[in-house]
Structure formats: C-alpha cells, structure tokens
C-alpha cells in the first residue's frame, strides 16, 4: 500500500486546514491510519490514528478538541481536519498505516507516506 498526503499550506493562527492521505490498494478492515508530525529540530510525535473497520479514534493530548480524524472507504482516503491551528501545529504532517493500534501510536507503523508542510503564522 502507497500513502499519499496532501493539503499541507501556510495558515494564520486561527485558521484551518485539512489533510487528505490517499491510500494505493485495499485496506483491511484491522487496519489503522495514523497521521504524524514532525517539526525542525523535534522528534516526529503522534498525532491522530483512526481504525479503518470502526472509525475508532485516538488523539494525542496537544490537538484533542482542535483535529478531528476521518476516513472514506469509497475514496481509500484518510483526513485530518485542523482547526484553531497555533504556531507551535507548524510541521511537517506525514500519514501511516499498519495493522497494530499500539504500533501506529509508538511510531513504529509498516507504511509511511511523503510529509506534507503545515505551516502556522502568528
């Protein structure tokens, strides 16, 4: 499976964006999307991960309330809404797949897409 991330941009404070990651190939329903950031200097952090069967989802602490995580079987695609977005959101947004919950959390996910660039002007 391919990953392709899109929607990256350059946003005021208060704005938002959203991020699609398209996915090459059938995806199973075990399995988990994740989307991750990475900005200068700073260690790529969890950001969001959703079950593709459930529609479960998890967020890391610094977006829950303010990005929302979603898919659509049809388009093969995942989503990250972002909303009341900060300077401290701007990085690097990648997007990742595997077939573990705990494994997409850690980091450690199968599949990664290309990053997308979210920057975040105050």
């Known amino acids: 499976v391919q990953l392709q991330a899109s929607g990256g941009g350059l946003v005021q404070a208060g704005g938002s964006l959203r991020l699609s990651c398209a996915a090459s190939?059938?995806?199973?329903?075990?399995?988990?999307m994740g989307w991750f950031r990475q900005a200068p200097g700073a260690d790529r952090e969890f950001v969001a991960l959703?079950?593709?069967?459930?529609?479960?989802?998890y967020y890391a602490d610094s977006v829950k309330g303010r990005f929302t995580i979603s898919r659509d079987k049809a388009e093969n695609t995942v989503f990250l809404q972002m909303n009341s977005l900060k300077p401290e959101d701007t990085a690097i947004y990648y997007c990742?797949?595997?077939?573990?919950?705990?494994?997409?959390?850690?980091?450690?996910?199968?599949?990664w897409g290309q990053g997308t660039q979210v920057t975040v002007s105050s």
């Open positions: 990742a797949k595997d077939s573990d919950w705990g494994t997409v959390v850690a980091g450690k996910a199968t599949n």
């Open positions: 190939g059938r995806i199973f329903s075990s399995a988990v």
């Open positions: 959703i079950r593709w069967g459930t529609g479960s989802t």
